[in-house]
């Protein structure tokens, strides 16, 4: 045989790929022959190398099964160790989940100076234009059914419409409750009375018995009309306004009266500038005056109804001022 085709069998050998007819001819080959009965004679005694062997032999397999067993058992610890780590993973998300629901949410409360108006957006993307001397209190976040706020003093109110989760205004006395409205509150917790005007949608009013939330009727307000409950008496009155005169502060950010009685006027000059203004209550539903507030003084404002009307005011040492006639 050449040697090239010799070197192409061993090469099959080497891979366990002989034919038959291949591993005749290797085997009848003299140096291979040779080689093989040189192997055998200087071979150890068949009944020592079988012990060794066969020790030899049983260690390995005893050692392969400890691998695979050692691998099962690490193969087991892991997936119980990712199920308790999953359980728990999920125990804790739940946990969390829950605290954050039932634990009180946390609040905000933004406040408005004298002459100053502030305007805050609410998580839901709602507006609200807060006049002076007002505080508003929100959750960082609405949870529940409703969007609930609480609201001591002036703000207008520009809701992001959210028909499933109603928007609520909480004042002493009254809850005003929208969807995608536009509405003007006026209440302050030393006033007799809370006041809504309406501007656009709609809106359903809830007359408080009590400061536990009973709720003692409840009224359906439309666009331009004016709600009003008096909270010494309890007696709820509804009636037609143009709701652009008492939504001016906001639009021109001044006080703007057209034709109005001084009932009305009064108790905004008096959040305004922060003063009190002490008028008997038949002049309050007598006089009228139309007239713009941007940043004159009170006691402008005061001296320009003296001199076109038969009223005089007065400024006290506390700092009152008394409105009275001539």
Known sequence: MEYKEKKYIVRKLMQNALTEEEQTYLSASKPVSELMEQQWENVEDSSSRDSSMESTLLKKINTTLDVEKNQRRRIGIYKCYSLVSSLLLIIGLLSFSYYVWQSPASMYVVSSGVQNIETVVLPDGTNVLMGPGSRLTYPVCFKGGKRMVQLNGQAFFDVAQDRKHPFVVQTQGMDIEALGTAFEVFNYE????????????????????????TVKST????????????????????QKVDASRYTAWYN??????????????????????????????????????????????????????????????????????????K
Request: glycine fraction near 4%.
């Open 190 to 213: 030393k006033d007799k009375s809370v006041e809504t005007v309406l501007v656009s949608g709609k809106i359903k009013v809830a007359i408080l018995a009590d400061e536990e939330g």
């Open 252 to 325: 021109q950010k001044m006080l703007c009266f057209q034709n109005e009685k001084l009932s009305m006027i009064i108790p905004r000059l008096e959040k305004w500038y922060g003063r009190n203004i002490i008028c008997p209550q038949e002049l309050l539903e007598k006089y009228r005056f139309t007239f713009k507030v941007r940043d004159e003084s009170l006691d402008r404002i005061l001296f320009i109804m003296q001199r076109s009307s038969q009223l005089k005011y007065e400024e006290k040492d506390n700092g009152d001022y008394i409105l009275s006639l």
């Open 219 to 238: 009224h359906l307000v439309s666009p331009n009309e004016k709600i009003t409950l008096n909270r010494e008496s309890q007696e709820v009155s509804k």
